[in-house]
């Protein structure tokens, strides 16, 4: 099967930073990767996602970047706020599989 | 946007209870559903797929026996949790896909406490 894993555990950054959680992925086969927040005490949400057949997807202040060949996939979030602090959580998709698989989350705190 | 809806979204039982937690698809229909368990500040474990008009795939290590699932339709998943004991309290959270293309969206979970 799929291991995806997550890098840092923990972010903490000032309001108005960058911030940028990793995650890299072992099976080639796998062709799509959600990123989720999680506050607390809820569940997942989907924020943004990429396929394997493009290398940058952006959404205002979130970006996510995929690099296939060291299969790695990187979130990106600019200008930083308090409200984007929460857990956030890559995934990985097998092609033509509908299973997924998660890291074990970055919890991010923005500091203001 | 898709919806996935699940209840309740906590519940507090005494040992030995069967609890039952529902999931919904709110606007789109789901033939796969997923059941995940989450531990305090840990990511999510899938527990079993849950397929429409047939039954659960579970994942290695998940007792078929204590939890039910049923898929009746394609806009409904229910986990019965059997005779529930202080172990099995945890966070369960849902998630369904609105097509094989994107990712599921994910219920708020139901927080489950066993005395």
């Known amino acids: 099967g799929e291991n995806v894993e997550q890098h840092p555990s923990t972010l903490s950054v000032q309001e108005g930073d960058s911030a940028v959680i990793k995650c890299t992925y072992s099976?080639?086969?796998?062709?799509?990767f959600p990123w989720y927040k999680q506050e607390l005490g809820k569940g997942p949400q989907l924020i943004i996602d990429i396929r394997s057949n493009v290398g940058e997807k952006k959404d205002q202040r979130i970006a996510v970047t995929l690099n296939k060949t060291a299969k790695h996939f990187s979130l990106h979030i600019t200008e930083t706020q308090p409200e984007d602090s929460a857990v956030y959580f890559c995934?990985?998709?097998?092609?033509?599989?509908?299973?997924?698989?998660f890291g074990s989350g970055t919890k991010l705190n923005v500091k203001p | 946007g898709a919806v996935v809806s699940q209840h309740p979204s906590w519940v507090i039982c005494k040992s030995g209870t069967s609890v039952k937690i529902e999931c919904r698809s709110l606007?789109?229909?789901?033939?796969?559903m997923f059941w995940y368990r989450q531990f305090p500040k840990q990511s999510l474990m899938l527990m079993a797929t849950s397929n429409e008009g047939s039954k659960a795939t579970y994942e290695q290590g998940v007792e078929k026996d204590k939890f039910l699932i049923n898929h009746a339709s394609l806009t409904l998943s229910t986990l019965t949790v059997t005779s529930a004991h202080p172990e099995d309290s945890s966070f369960y959270i849902c998630?369904?896909?609105?097509?094989?293309?994107?990712?599921?969206?994910f219920g708020d979970g139901t927080r489950l406490s066993i005395l």
């Open positions: 995934a990985a998709r097998l092609y033509n599989f509908n299973k997924f698989y």
């Open positions: 998630s369904a896909s609105e097509s094989g293309n994107t990712g599921p969206h």
């Open positions: 606007d789109f229909q789901a033939t796969t």
């Open positions: 099976d080639s086969a796998s062709n799509y």
